[in-house]
């Protein structure tokens, strides 16, 4: 195992459920560490940035728009296997297909509104954390 860093994003729907502290204490519990944190409310630009590996798919509008319609609590978690143990922690992107007792089954309702995003290999956990946090801004925990 190593010691990795990961991106993590509570999206609109799980903010405006206030659910920010439960879902902090889900990676908190399962041995994460928080080592950098922000609240955003990204524009189109920053939200079609973020997800132009996507951009050429049929969801990209909608997600574009779900993503600006509210603020989001922006996260770099830090610990051994931190990439699969947060994307454990989340639970399938489709909700409905999500592990019982997993974030997304608890506090998500449909794959545009699925509570969380989390970074899916070593790559893209560098492009996304640099893409919300200079690095002085995040911390070595
Ligand atoms: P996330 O992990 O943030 O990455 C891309 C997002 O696109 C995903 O979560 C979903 O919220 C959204 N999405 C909508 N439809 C789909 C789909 N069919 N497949 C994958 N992601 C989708």
């Not at 560490?33 to 996507?54: C, N, T």
């Amino acid at each position: 195992m190593a010691l990795e860093k990961t991106l993590s994003i509570i999206k609109p729907d799980a903010v405006e459920k206030n659910v920010i502290g439960k879902v902090l204490s889900r990676f908190e519990d399962a041995g994460l560490k928080i080592s950098a944190m922000r609240f955003a409310l990204l524009s189109k630009d920053d939200a079609a940035g973020f997800y132009a590996v996507h951009k050429d798919r049929p969801f990209f509008n909608d997600l574009v728009e779900f993503m600006t319609s509210g603020p989001v609590c922006i996260q770099v978690l830090e610990g051994e296997d931190a990439i699969k143990k947060n994307r454990d922690l989340m639970g399938a992107t489709d909700p409905t297909k999500a592990d019982k007792g997993t974030i997304r089954a608890d506090f998500a309702v449909s794959i545009d509104a699925n509570a969380v995003h989390g970074s899916d290999s070593e790559e893209n956990a560098a492009i996304e954390i640099a893409y919300f946090f200079p690095s002085m801004n995040v911390y070595a925990r």
